[in-house]
């Protein structure tokens, strides 16, 4: 803090005032008072940004003390709402893609990258529609994690399943394997990436649980946060192996369901009312 | 006799030389930091500055695996971190691509003809924050008590929307 100790240096302060009665010594220290105030008016809001924009990084591994997981209610989950995509795309840069110029609508719909999507159900003997948002389902055995020949592909300790863009080469043979059609791939060049978010051209990508969030220490994910800001409050996330977290006493008072259960994949995501 | 003064005189020339270049060298490095940004300011870089010069790659490729792996992002070789401090600003106030052949991770690598891969990937400026807005605010109200409790997830009363559109 060598601004903050500047004024003490005898030669920048300010002569004695003539006008004032008191001795060099009061002016000396009025003087200081106001510097001192001043630098910290200056430096103050300055920590008060730093302390807001970084958050709390997290120090310490990851550990398998947590498994973070979603459970969506497709009771609650309004049609036509893409509330939770837009908050995706968002968080995670994907509203700054571009369609290329030589690129058919229909096509750039095929190849953009979607980490969340709204789907919509319909059982056909009773015609009830259910409305339900679909990402990644950060599945306990992922076939993507299985499959992926480089090691990209992976489950963090706490249940976060996601693409180390270092190692993929993009094969995109987690693609082919996941059954929820989570993943996307990019096929051009990115040049206005996030710096929470890298990504580009060559890789893989899928939903990730907000992991710059769970990094900075924050309780929530861009999706559940929007859709409890409409009041629609269909998304929760938290923590599956905490029994006293909001995710875990939902899951253990209501009904839900793994999406393809039949395949064992002991998801991460859990949905209610299908 | 003259024959060793001259040769005498030649190496003493060269030496003269040698040590003029070097100080176009260091001159030149000491250019790579930018005029402006926030590094400019600073004494030194996270690590002795000529240890940086050789080891940088090394301590961000450390990194990388630590942060995506293990989600550590507290230490100071994150990329990002270079970045943020390194990034010069033109005079219309636009954050410069780091990696323009002017800047500072772009010049160095085009003097010494090694392709830097980061910014396919990485943002060259910084841009949009380690955290977005929506988690700064969803974040302050968190602490105000806004995140629903399990019992008022899913729950009918609370929420002004009642679930679905369409009527069953």
Same mark, same amino acid.
């Given at each position: 803090?060598?601004?903050? /100790? ?23 220290? %009025? ?20 302390? @807001? ?5 997290? %120090? ?30 968002? /968080? ?41 948002? =679909?990402? &990644?389902?950060?599945? /306990? ?20 399943? =996601? ?7 993009? $094969?995109?043979?987690?693609? =082919? ?34 992991? !710059? ?12 946060? %929007? ?28 009904? !839900? ?5 039949? *395949? ?11 | ?7 005498? !005189?030649?190496?003493?020339?060269? *030496?003269?030389?040698? *040590?003029?270049? @070097? ?21 030194? $870089? ?5 240890? =940086? ?17 293990? +989600? ?8 990002? +971190? &270079?970045?943020? &401090?390194?990034? !010069?600003?033109?005079? /219309?106030?636009? %954050? ?8 500072? &991770? ?29 988690? *700064? ?21 609370? +929420? ?9």
């Amino acid at each position: 803090m060598k601004h903050q /100790e500047a004024p003490l240096d005898p030669s920048l302060g300010s002569p004695p005032d003539p006008t004032l009665n008191a001795g060099p010594d009061q002016s000396r220290r %009025a003087f200081l008072g106001i510097a001192a105030g001043a630098t910290a008016a200056v430096v103050a809001p300055a920590f008060v940004l730093q302390a @807001q924009a970084v958050g709390n990084p997290r %120090a310490e591994r990851v550990s398998d003390a947590h498994r973070w997981g979603l459970l969506v209610d497709t009771n609650r989950c309004v049609d036509g709402c893409r509330a939770c995509v837009d908050a995706c795309d968002q /968080e995670n840069g994907l509203d700054l893609q571009r369609k290329q110029p030589d690129q058919s609508e229909a096509e750039w719909d095929t190849q953009k990258a979607v980490w969340l999507r709204k789907v919509k159900l319909q059982d056909n003997l009773t015609g009830r529609v259910s409305n339900l948002p =679909m990402m &990644c389902q950060h599945c /306990e055995h992922p076939p993507c994690v299985d499959v992926c020949p480089t090691g990209a592909s992976f489950k963090r300790a706490d249940g976060i399943v =996601m693409v180390d863009r270092h190692t993929c080469i993009g $094969c995109r043979y987690c693609m =082919m394997a996941c059954p929820y059609k989570a993943r996307s791939f990019i096929h051009e060049v990115v040049e206005d990436q996030l710096t929470r978010v890298p990504r580009g051209k060559g890789c893989v990508e899928s939903c990730n649980l907000c992991v !710059s969030r769970r990094d900075q220490g924050l309780d929530s994910t861009a999706c559940a946060d %929007a859709c409890t800001a409409l009041g629609h409050r269909a998304i929760l996330f938290g923590d599956l192996k905490d029994p006293a977290s909001a995710i875990s006493q939902a899951l253990r008072t209501m009904p !839900s369901r793994q999406i393809r259960e039949d *395949l064992d994949l002991n998801t991460g995501v859990r949905y209610a009312g299908v | 006799m003259a024959i060793a003064v001259i040769r005498v !005189s030649l190496v003493a020339v060269g *030496l003269v030389w040698v *040590l003029a270049a @070097q100080t176009v060298l260091a001159g030149d490095a000491q250019r790579y930091v930018k005029p402006g940004s926030q590094a400019a300011h600073s004494a030194a $870089c996270v690590e002795e500055t000529n240890f =940086m010069r050789r080891n940088h790659m090394e301590l961000i490729k450390h990194q990388r695996d630590s942060t995506v792996h293990h +989600g550590i992002r507290s230490t100071k070789h994150s990329l990002a +971190g &270079c970045v943020n &401090c390194h990034v !010069s600003v033109s005079p /219309e106030g636009q %954050a410069l691509a780091i990696n323009g052949r002017d800047q500072f &991770c772009g010049a160095c690598h085009a003097f010494s003809a090694v392709d830097v891969n980061c910014f396919g990937c990485h943002a060259n400026v910084p841009r949009g924050g380690l955290l977005s807005p929506a988690a *700064l605010a969803a974040h302050g109200d968190a602490t105000a008590g806004a995140r629903p409790s399990p019992g008022q997830f899913m729950s009918d009363t609370p +929420g002004p929307a009642t679930g679905r559109a369409g009527g069953q």
